[in-house]
């Protein structure tokens, strides 16, 4: 996937997260709000993403080779096939276990200039640690 797929994508799921705050409560929310999705409301929201948009096939984070990659528990993976069950078929699901790992290795524009001044920051750091050891 091209790095401005990848971008647009990573936009697209902001905002669909943005557009989907949750409602139930939460014992214990962070500044007075819920980080995420929980529950059924995780699920009905991806059963109205998944009838608006119809995948043919849906990649889920299962591995049995990298460890990073395999953040689908038992559970969740069976919540999602119930809610999904009517909507499609689950032999649509495909482990899509390289996918987490080039998201996480893929930074936008804005990411790039950061990550290069502070790894420049951080070079002359250690610069500055040589040169009074001498």
């Given amino acids: ?7 647009r994508r990573h936009v697209a799921g902001r905002a669909l997260r943005r557009a989907h705050r949750p409602r139930r409560p939460c ?3 962070v500044n007075g709000r819920q980080a995420e999705l929980w529950g059924d409301e ?4 991806l ?4 009838e608006e948009r119809k995948p043919k096939v ?10 990073f990659s ?24 495909r482990d899509a276990e ?4 080039e998201l996480i290795a893929s930074r936008l524009p804005e ?5 290069e001044k502070m790894s420049r920051a951080r070079l002359a750091d250690d610069a500055d640690d040589v040169l009074r050891t001498r």
Avoid at 82 to 87: H, R, S, T
């Fill in 58 to 67: 849906i990649g889920i984070n299962r591995s049995t080779v990298f460890a």
């Fill in 1 to 7: 996937m091209r790095r401005a797929d990848r971008a």
């Fill in 98 to 101: 390289r996918l987490p790992l």
């Fill in 111 to 115: 990411e790039e200039a950061f990550f």
């Fill in 27 to 29: 014992a214990n929310p």
């Fill in 70 to 93: 395999d953040g689908l528990s038992s559970g969740e993976l069976q919540g999602m096939s119930e809610a999904l069950g009517g909507v499609v078929d689950v032999d649509s699901f």
């Fill in 42 to 45: 995780q699920w009905l929201l």
């Fill in 47 to 50: 059963k109205q993403v998944v």
